[in-house]
Nanobody, 128 residues
């Protein structure tokens, strides 16, 4: 069973930065997974933020975060990161890490229902 554990959330002022981490376990390799970050604000649906194919290194970002957020990974630690810069109040949400098992990790799916595993989420609050 794949387990995903997010960390790094918190309270930050607008314009500040945070780095989220997602530690993955339960597989000897995550080469056939796409790792994604999603977020969900109160009363809203879970929305795609960014994702990376573990083996391919292919990335995709939501338009709302392009140029501000960077997704990366550490193979040795089986950990995916989301560096969030120039944070805005509208970035406030619970951020979730998801894993999508697929043979071709150059294909990045942005629909939450396609992801097979989820972490418990970490709260990010950006004050104005």
């Amino acid at each position: 069973q794949v387990q995903l554990v997010e960390s790094g959330g918190g309270l930050v002022q607008a314009g500040g930065s945070l780095r989220l981490s997602c530690a993955a376990s339960g597989r000897s390799t995550f080469s056939y997974y796409v790792m994604g970050w999603f977020r969900q604000a109160p009363g809203k649906e879970r929305e795609f933020v960014a994702a990376m194919g573990w083996r391919s290194g292919t990335t995709n970002y939501a338009d709302s975060v392009k140029g501000r957020f960077i997704i990366s990974k550490d193979n040795a630690k089986n950990t995916v990161y989301l560096q969030m810069n120039s944070l805005k109040p509208e970035d406030t949400a619970v951020y979730y890490c998801g894993a999508d098992f697929r043979a071709n990790t150059r294909v990045i799916v942005t629909t939450a229902s396609e992801y097979d595993y989820w972490g418990q989420g970490t709260q990010v609050t950006v004050s104005s």
